[in-house]
Nanobody
Framework: QVQLVESGGGLVQDGDSLKLSCAASGRTFSSYAMGWFRQAPGKEREFVAAISGTGYSTYYADSVKGRFTISRDNAKNTVLLLMNSLKPEDTAVYYC????????????????WGQGTQVTVSS
């Protein structure tokens, strides 16, 4: 069982940066691949980024590639999402998720989800 708590969301301007954090409970954090997803109002949830349990492999949605960076600190049970060059279309609730299957790009890979943190980018 893993409990996930996101933090770091907020209101920023177009072009700004923001760093999201996800703190995980449990002693086997490195066993889980971790992912970030987002859901904008009226839209389906979409994949943003994922990272393997070791942190050696990372995956990104095309829409954020080159702007967002996912990383993890297994000693601190934390996964980060550094978001640079934010755009209004990045506005969404961002969710952290944990998977025992692997760093998938679809939500069904993930067994545990956080409550989400709101990111709003104004133009």
């Amino acid at each position: 069982q893993v409990q996930l708590v996101e933090s770091g969301g907020g209101l920023v301007q177009d072009g700004d940066s923001l760093k999201l954090s996800c703190a995980a409970s449990g002693r086997t954090f490195s066993s889980y691949a971790m992912g970030w997803f987002r859901q904008a109002p009226g839209k389906e949830r979409e994949f943003v980024a994922a990272i393997s349990g070791t942190g050696y492999s990372t995956y990104y949605a095309d829409s954020v590639k080159g702007r967002f960076t996912i990383s993890r600190d297994n000693a601190k049970n934390t996964v980060l999402l550094l978001m640079n060059s934010l755009k209004p279309e990045d506005t969404a609730v961002y969710y952290c998720a944990a998977s025992l299957i692997g760093p998938g790009v679809v939500g069904s890979f993930y067994q545990y989800w956080g409550q989400g943190t709101q990111v709003t980018v104004s133009s």
